[in-house]
Structures are given as structure tokens and as C-alpha cells.
């Protein structure tokens, strides 16, 4: 029992929601301490000091009267006094002789313990209404008479109580107001956080599908709530990325296997002469040298669309990157007869260079994937050009062949691994990854592509390729332009 | 004959390179572990260091390469791993290395890489003018003859010819070309580093005599006077 209860104290003291009300009502409490205090002082103290002087002015006053005119003068000026109506609740006076009997004044007698102090000290003194606190000053006059004066201190007393009891009931009001405040705030914050955990509990229990709902008002937590949900986009695409991926690997992947162990056991069947082993050895070893290139391929177009490489990111000149593609390409275009032209933005003024960020490896890659494709499928003949613009805040890279383009019916499914369209046979090298991989490194880039018939209408509508990309941000500091240009001479 | 100390702890691959390199005519040494590897290393002197990333007892032959470069040794070191991002090359080479081979790889391709950085560490002062047979090619000029006739070349051919004239006699695969030509590193579909040498042989192999440019099957391209096949298949 006791352990329960202090495990839930401590989970109390540990709630966030908790501290931060509990710091609130220190500060609300705090601030109210401080308020009464300073009213008190100016009230109360106040007063106090007010009554002390007034007390110490009397006793001069009436000191004087003795110096002026005796102890019948002092006597006198205490019966003025007493029935002038200033006060009359209030002043305490007393003259008392040598011997101890009063002749002046409206204090019955001395209360005990009053001796010649120079200090107003604070006396239960009867009054008609009763026993009353008073503050009393006692001086021996120099005939030996006593004389003190005081003050009634009733009144100020009722005053500080009441005072007193004000401040007692505006602390307790603020502390209640403070602990429905906290309350209120507590049951909020679960409110808010608790959509959130509901949500992520079901995501963890296995439905990547779930979304936390997003109520009207734009506050901190509706933005948390937006970038989780985003979060959830993205994983969600991500799982559905690798469910079809593995689907398609294991039909790619299986199959040249099946292929390289059925080779291998039939091999291994009785009289097999050493030639037709090394012709098994040998074709086992291209299969697995080309699964191998599937391999890689796949698994840098994984890295690519999970965006592991954006670190390696820097300023790439984009014009640079599809002029070498352009120059290595250009022997394979002449053999067979195809014109590869491009147009570039920026012939001669650097400070019109396009630069994009990004990798530029892998945005060669993807412009020699899109250049072979253009040349392999165009085939003999073929006219390509790319030509790079720039169009607002993006940089267009257009690839344009003259070839048979794509059915419309395979439109959707090109870029999907493994998928090559027709015509194409066995005579048209590739193994279908080309585009998914080059769509993969531009939406890594942060670009978007489209595909669309160059010459729609036509017989041979041909293929346009149209990818955009971010430009970098910024201007070129001349340090980095040096750089930024190929060295002339190559590493040995 | 190279010493070559080879750092890989899987038995079969070391066996596969260690006898590569025993055909080559070099002397190759095989250390399992890391820690061996760097003793090793670090106090005898080899011609080519082939370390593989992933050793014994979690350690990464990046350290050790580290290590090494620390004590200020020079070795030419070709880093084996079966990590193939762009962003562990770039950190294989930032850490000391030369060179940077991902597995499964053809032995012809590590022995080609292997022959480039030795080759480099023993080279001498730069030379402006090179020439193979009756070709010559003048670095400063960048003009091309043989046989007394010049010859036009654009300036990405030149580059290739360069290259090839620099390192004549080794063997060059496709990707070192793609490298050391056009500055990029990625894998070139179909085969137009092919179609490239092709064109450059049009313009200064046909019509001369010996045949300079050698296709060395299942490695890559060799210049060199003598057209005998080393054969690293």
C-alpha cells in the first residue's frame, strides 16, 4: 500500500505536466506573498511608525510645558488635551506625583513593570472598554513626577488582523485557483500528448496506416503532430518501397540462380570431358558476374531512395557533368550513325552556370543511363539532344530521342525494377534497372521527372525525359569557382 | 618482383590473391588479423599493401591504415571491402588510402590498380615527352604523331591516349579509365569505354604497324609495343 502510493507520488513529481503547473503556483504564490507584503508593510508599518512619533512628539510637547510652567502646567496641558476631542480614544496620559498618586490623566494606574525606560514599550493597559494592548512611554520629570504617555493600540491591532486575515483568504483563493489550474493544464497536456501516444502505439502494434487527427487550431503540438504524421508518410512509403522491392528481387535474383544450379548439376553428372567443364565454369562465372552488377544496381538504387547519401553533397556544375556524359557517349553515338547534341544554358559565362547540389557521380550516372537508353532504343539513325535550362528555382535537364518512345499502357510501370519495355529482345542489352535507378538518384537530388512522347501524334513519338532539380542556394565565392572547374590533368 | 603484403582474414580470398600475385612473379604474404597485418606493416618495407576492411575481432583496416599513415609510411595501400557506397570510398581514401576496390572484384582488375600505385610510388620526374614505338606524344604541345605523320586528336582522345601512353605496358580495366579519362566513378552501361578505345585505335593504330592498343580480354586495355597477353582471367 505505502509503496503504491509513493510510486505514484514520484510519478506525479515526475510528470512534466506537474512541474511545470507546480513552477506556475510557486510563481503565482510567490507573487501574491510579495504583493501582501508590501501592502502590509505600507498599511501596518506604517502606522506603527506613525504612533511612535506621535507619542514621543506629546511627551516633548508636554515636557516642555513642565520646563514652561511646572508640573500644574503639565497637568493641565494633559486635561486640555484629554477633553479636546483629538484622539480621545486613543492618547493615554498619566501624571503621576512622587508618591505615586495620579494628577493628571486617563489611565487608572500604573501598569506593573512600567519603570523610567526611554523606550515606547507595549503594555496591557485598562481602558473603560476593557484590558487594550497600548504602547507607553514613561520619562521622570525632573521634580520626580512621572509622566507617560501612550497610545491605544486597539484599533491597529483589529486593523493588522484584519489585514492579516485578507492576505490568508487571497493566499488560499490563489492557491485553489492554482491547483485547478494545474489540473485543468494537466488534463489538456494528456489530452494533446495522448492522441499522440494512441497513435504511435498503434503504428507500433503493426498499422503503419494511422495518422494522428489534427484539430483546427495551429499551436506547438498540431505542428508536432504534422511532422510526425509526415514521419509516418515516409516510413510508410518506405516499407511499401521495400515490400515491392523484395518481391521483385526475389523473382530476378532466384531465377539466374535456378539457372547457375541447374548448369552446375548437370555438370556434375558422369563423363563430362574437361572442356565442357571449363564452358560451365566459365558461363556459371559471367551469370554470376552479372547478378553481381544486379546486385550493385539494386542496392545503390536502395541507398538512393532511402537518401543515405545526401552527406556526401556538395556544388555540382550541371552543364559540366552533361557535357562529359555528352563527349563519352559521342563514340558510341558515331558508330551507329546517331546524332548526340547538347544544348547547353550556359556556353561561355560562368556566372550563368547551373549549379545544382548533389552528388556528381551519381548525376553523371544518371545522365549516361538516360543517354544509353535514348541511343539503344532510337537505335541506328537515332537523333538525341539534351538541352539544360533554367525555369524559376529549378534547373531543367530535357532528354529527347527520336526513337518508338513508350506504349501508353507501359507508361506507369517504367522505372519499376526490372521492368523493360517492348520492343525489346535480347539483342537490346540492359536489365531493366536503368530508369528505376535513375529516378531513384533524382528524387534523392530532391528533383522530380517526367516522361513524355517527344513528337506525340507521330509514328515514332519518341521519348522526352524531363527531369528538374533544385539549384543550389547562394552565389559562387571565387575560392569555390576555382574548383569547381576539372582539373586539366588526371591522377596517374 | 613486388613484396606484397596482403591483410584479409577470409582464407579463401587471401589464398585467391596471394596466388595471383605468386603467377605475377611477386611475393606475396598473407597476415589474418589486424594486428599482425600492422606489425607487419609497419616494420618491413612492401611495394603494395591489399587490406581488407572487415578483420578479426571487429577491428576496421581503416585504423590500421590510419595507424600506418601516422607513422609516416608512405606504402601505397589498395583497400579491399565488400562496403561499396560512395561514402565509404570517400572515407577509405581519406583515411590513407590509394585505392579502393569493392568486393567481388577480378583479380585482373586488383592486379591492374596494383601494378598503377606501384608503379606511381616508383615513378620518377614528370616527362613531357612519351613515346611508344614509332608514337610520340608531346604532354606541353599536346601534338601526336607517328610514323612522322601527325595526328588530330580532340582533347578528351588526348586525355585517353595520355593516359594510356603514361601507363603503357599495365593493364588498364574500364573503370580506372572512366577514372583517370572523365573524372567520374560510376558504372557505365553497355560499353562505351569500348567504343571509345575503338575510335581512338581508328585514328592512331590503323594503318601502322605493330598494333599498339591491346584488348586484354575479361581485364581491359593495354598499350605497349609487344602484344603478349599476361592474361589475368
Known amino acids: ?111 506593573q513593570g512600567l519603570n523610567h525606560h526611554h523606550r515606547i514599550t507595549e503594555f496591557l493597559v485598562q481602558r473603560p472598554s476593557g484590558e487594550a494592548p497600548g504602547q507607553l512611554l514613561m520619562h521622570i520629570l525632573p521634580d520626580g513626577s512621572r509622566l507617560v504617555v501612550g497610545r491605544d493600540m486597539q484599533d491597529q491591532e483589529r486593523l493588522e488582523s484584519l489585514v492579516g486575515q485578507a492576505s490568508q483568504a487571497a493566499g488560499l483563493a490563489a ?26 502505439a498503434r503504428v507500433s502494434a503493426g498499422d503503419i496506416t494511422q495518422r494522428i487527427s489534427q484539430p483546427e487550431q495551429d499551436d506547438e503540438f498540431s505542428r508536432l503532430n504534422g511532422d510526425i504524421n509526415q514521419m509516418l508518410d515516409r516510413m510508410e512509403d518506405l516499407m511499401q518501397g521495400v515490400r515491392h522491392v523484395s518481391n521483385t528481387i526475389a523473382h530476378n535474383l532466384r531465377t539466374p540462380l535456378t539457372r547457375i544450379l541447374a548448369r552446375l548439376r548437370t555438370a556434375q553428372g558422369p563423363q563430362r570431358t574437361s572442356q565442357e567443364l571449363r564452358e560451365v565454369i566459365s558461363a556459371t562465372q559471367q551469370e554470376i558476374e552479372d547478378l553481381n552488377i544486379v546486385f550493385e544496381k539494386l542496392l545503390q538504387i536502395a541507398e538512393a531512395e532511402s537518401g543515405a ?21 559521342g563514340a ?22 547551373i549549379r545544382v547540389t548533389g552528388d556528381s557521380d551519381l548525376l553523371a550516372g544518371a545522365v549516361a543511363n538516360l543517354v544509353d537508353n535514348a541511343l539503344k532504343y532510337a537505335g541506328a539513325g537515332a537523333a538525341v539532344r539534351l538541352r539544360t535550362f533554367i525555369e524559376g528555382d529549378h534547373a531543367v535537364l530535357l532528354v529527347q530521342d527520336d526513337g518508338p518512345g513508350i506504349a501508353p499502357e507501359d507508361r506507369a510501370r517504367v522505372g519499376t525494377r526490372f521492368f523493360r519495355r517492348s520492343p525489346h529482345s535480347s539483342d537490346v542489352p540492359g536489365y531493366g534497372l536503368g530508369l528505376s535507378s535513375v529516378f531513384a538518384i533524382i528524387h534523392l537530388h530532391g528533383g522530380t521527372h517526367t516522361l513524355e512522347p ?37 591522377p596517374s | 618482383m613486388w613484396r606484397c603484403l596482403i591483410i584479409e582474414d577470409d582464407a579463401d580470398n587471401a589464398r585467391y590473391i596471394a596466388e595471383g600475385f605468386r603467377e605475377m612473379g611477386h611475393s606475396p604474404v598473407v597476415c589474418r588479423d589486424g594486428l599482425e597485418g600492422l606489425t607487419r606493416a609497419t616494420s618491413e618495407s612492401w ?98 604523331e607517328r610514323g612522322g605523320k601527325s595526328i588530330a586528336l580532340q582533347p578528351r582522345e588526348f586525355r585517353l591516349l595520355s593516359y594510356l601512353m603514361t601507363h603503357h605496358g599495365q593493364v588498364l580495366t574500364r573503370t580506372m579509365l572512366l577514372e583517370a579519362v572523365w573524372d567520374y566513378n560510376f558504372d557505365p ?45
Open chain 1, 332 to 353: 558510341v553515338a558515331e558508330e551507329q550513325d546517331a546524332t548526340l547534341v547538347f544544348d547547353a544554358a550556359s556556353p561561355a559565362n560562368p556566372l550563368h552556370d
Open chain 1, 175 to 200: 492557491l485553489l485557483l492554482v491547483v485547478i489550474g494545474t489540473y485543468i493544464f494537466r488534463l489538456e497536456l494528456q489530452r494533446r500528448i495522448g492522441a499522440i501516444r494512441r497513435t504511435t
Open chain 1, 1 to 111: 500500500m505505502k509503496t503504491s502510493l509513493q510510486h505514484s507520488l514520484r510519478g506525479l513529481w515526475h510528470s512534466v505536466a506537474f512541474r511545470l503547473a507546480l513552477n506556475y503556483a510557486l510563481l503565482a504564490a510567490f507573487t501574491a506573498f510579495v504583493l501582501v507584503a508590501v501592502f502590509y508593510l505600507q498599511t501596518v508599518g506604517t502606522l506603527k511608525v506613525v504612533t511612535e512619533r506621535q507619542i514621543a512628539f506629546d511627551m516633548q510637547r508636554l515636557e516642555s510645558q513642565f520646563a514652561f510652567g511646572g508640573r500644574q502646567a503639565v497637568a493641565d496641558a494633559i486635561t486640555r488635551a484629554i477633553t479636546d476631542g483629538k484622539d480621545s480614544d486613543s492618547e493615554i496620559y498619566l501624571l503621576l506625583d512622587t508618591a505615586g498618586t495620579p494628577l493628571a490623566g486617563n489611565m487608572r494606574q500604573l501598569p
Open chain 1, 309 to 329: 547519401r545526401r552527406q556526401g553533397f556538395s556544388d555540382v556544375l550541371l552543364d559540366t557533368v552533361v557535357a562529359d556524359v555528352v563527349d563519352l557517349y
Open chain 1, 454 to 490: 517527344a513528337t506525340p501524334g507521330t509514328a515514332r513519338p519518341g521519348l522526352r525525359v524531363r527531369i528538374t532539380l533544385p539549384l543550389a542556394l547562394g552565389p559562387v565565392p571565387d575560392s569555390a569557382r576555382a574548383s569547381l572547374v576539372r582539373p586539366s590533368s588526371f
Open chain 2, 47 to 144: 611495394d603494395i599493401i591489399i587490406l581488407d576492411r572487415m578483420l578479426p575481432n571487429e577491428v576496421d583496416g581503416l585504423s590500421i591504415l590510419a595507424s600506418l599513415r601516422g607513422l609516416g609510411r608512405k606504402t601505397p595501400v589498395l583497400v579491399l571491402s565488400a562496403l561499396s557506397s560512395l561514402d565509404e570510398r570517400v572515407r577509405g581514401l581519406k583515411a590513407g588510402g590509394d585505392d579502393y576496390l569493392t568486393k567481388p572484384f577480378a583479380f585482373s582488375e586488383l592486379a591492374a590498380r596494383a601494378e598503377a600505385l606501384v608503379r606511381r610510388a616508383q615513378a620518377g620526374p614528370e616527362t613531357r615527352q612519351l613515346q611508344v614505338a614509332d608514337l610520340k606524344i608531346n604532354l606541353l604541345t599536346r601534338s601526336v
Open chain 2, 189 to 233: 552501361q553497355t560499353n562505351v569505354i569500348d567504343v571509345q578505345i575503338n575510335r581512338l585505335r581508328k585514328k592512331i593504330d590503323h594503318g601502322f604497324e605493330p598494333a599498339l592498343i591491346h584488348t586484354i580480354r575479361g581485364s581491359g586495355y593495354r598499350l605497349s609495343a609487344d602484344s603478349g597477353n599476361d592474361g589475368f582471367d
